[in-house]
Nanobody, 124 residues
Framework: VQLQASGGGLVQAGGSLRLSCAASERTFSTYAVGWFRQAPGKEREFVSAINLSGRRTYYADSVKGRFTASRDNAKNTVYLQMNSLKPEDTAVYYC??????????????????WGQGTEVTVSS
């Protein structure tokens, strides 16, 4: 499956952005989806995961309570709503997909399919 992430941009601290991850296949509903981010000079880190139905989600402690993952399988799209953004949220955000009904895939090598990334910059 091919993934296209979008929705990044420049926002002030405390602001919000909604990222989208659009898939090329109608079978996207069979893929668990994760969001990761990579800041300059740092390793890629887990942000959020969502299962097939969208009813189960999992978040990194650093974003819990501020970020919300959701999906619309009819539109083959997964979203990441990011509120109360902080400068430390600045990174390139990637979506990834893996066949299987799990919201517990938190390691990059658990995903076979990756989008190209969308850049988020939060100014202080």
């Amino acid at each position: 499956v091919q993934l296209q992430a979008s929705g990044g941009g420049l926002v002030q601290a405390g602001g919000s952005l909604r990222l989208s991850c659009a898939a090329s296949e109608r079978t996207f509903s069979t893929y668990a989806v994760g969001w990761f981010r990579q800041a300059p000079g740092k390793e890629r880190e887990f942000v959020s995961a969502i299962n097939l139905s969208g009813r189960r989600t999992y978040y990194a402690d650093s974003v819990k309570g501020r970020f919300t993952a959701s999906r619309d399988n009819a539109k083959n799209t997964v979203y990441l709503q990011m509120n109360s953004l902080k400068p430390e949220d600045t990174a390139v955000y990637y979506c990834a997909a893996q066949i299987g009904d799990s919201y517990g895939y938190t390691e990059p090598d658990e995903y076979d399919n990756w989008g190209q990334g969308t850049e988020v910059t939060v100014s202080s």
